[in-house]
C-alpha cells in the first residue's frame, strides 16, 4: 500500500510538470497568435434612392465576404480569425461571417423590408500572418469593384486604420 501511495505522488508530480510545460507552451502559442494577427475595419453608408433589393444585398454580402477573405488570403494570410459585416438600419439588420473562403457565408438575415435605400455597412476582419496594412489593402483591392458589380452606391464613413500600431510592426 505504502508504495502504492509513492508511486501517486511521483505520478502527481509528474502531471504537474506536463501541466506547466503544457501552459508555458500554450502561453507562447497565445502570444505568437496575438503577435500576428493582422486587424482591420470599415464602416460604410449605403445610400442609394432607387433602392437596392434584398435578394441583391444579400448575394452581395456573400461576395464580398468570399472576396475579401480571398483577397486576405492572396496577401498571404494563413489563417483567417473572422471575417464579418453588419449591415442596418431602421427596418432592421444582416448580420453575415466567414471563416473560410472555400464555404459561403454565414448570413442572419433580420432586415423586415425588400428593398434598402439607405444603411450602414461596416465590414470586420482579422486574419493570421499579415499586418494591419496588409489586410486594409487586401480589402481595399476588391471593395469598390464588389460595391460596383451589383450597382451599390457606398461612401466611406470610417476607415478604421490603427497606422502607429502597423508602424510599429515593422521598426522592431
Partial sequence: MHEDDHHDDHHDHHDDDHHENEHERLHLEMHRAVDELGKYAIDINIDSPEGVKKEVILKFIDDLMTS??????????????????????????????????????????????????KARFMLHIIVHGIWDDHVRESVLDVLDDTFRKWGIPYVVEADHYDTEKSIAHHTR
Avoid: C, Q, W
Fill in 68 to 117: 475579401v477573405t480571398e483577397s486576405s488570403m492572396a496577401h498571404g494570410a494563413d489563417l483567417v480569425g473572422h471575417v464579418k459585416s453588419f449591415l442596418s438600419n431602421d427596418d432592421g439588420n444582416i448580420m453575415s461571417s466567414i471563416v473560410d473562403h472555400r464555404e459561403p457565408a454565414r448570413i442572419k438575415d433580420s432586415l423586415e423590408s425588400d428593398t434598402v435605400y
